[in-house]
Nanobody, 124 residues
Framework: QVQLVESGGGLVQPGGSLRLSCAASGRIFSIDAMGWYRQAPGKQRELVATITSGGRTNYGGSVKGRFTISRDNSKNTVYLQMNSLKPEDTAVYYC??????????????????WGQGTQVTVSS
């Protein structure tokens, strides 16, 4: 069974920084794209950033230039460095990964996995 465990959320003042981490564990064959999404109260979940196994990145328009996504393939971990945080960045941040996992012996299949979410609050 595969799990995504996020850490690093919390309360920060406007203009501050936070770094989120998400580690994948379990019977993993390979991981393709990893990413972060967020959902604010009363709003739909939206893309924050994604990164492929080769390092190609994509960002949502509202975070470009402020957030940086990276990953350590040796640790099955994705990071989100968030700088110049604004109150409108307040949301629950979810990790997402496209993972091929073993399900029977050497057989594996691809599924989309989500973390449990971590709260980020930007407020003075």
């Amino acid at each position: 069974q595969v799990q995504l465990v996020e850490s690093g959320g919390g309360l920060v003042q406007p203009g501050g920084s936070l770094r989120l981490s998400c580690a994948a564990s379990g019977r993993i064959f390979s991981i393709d794209a990893m990413g972060w999404y967020r959902q604010a109260p009363g709003k739909q979940r939206e893309l924050v950033a994604t990164i492929t196994s080769g390092g190609r990145t994509n960002y949502g328009g509202s975070v470009k230039g402020r957030f940086t996504i990276s990953r350590d393939n040796s640790k099955n971990t994705v990071y989100l460095q968030m700088n110049s945080l604004k109150p409108e960045d307040t949301a629950v941040y979810y990790c997402n990964a496209d993972i091929k996992a073993y399900y029977f012996g050497t057989l594996h299949r691809q599924d989309d996995y989500w973390g449990q979410g971590t709260q980020v609050t930007v407020s003075s």
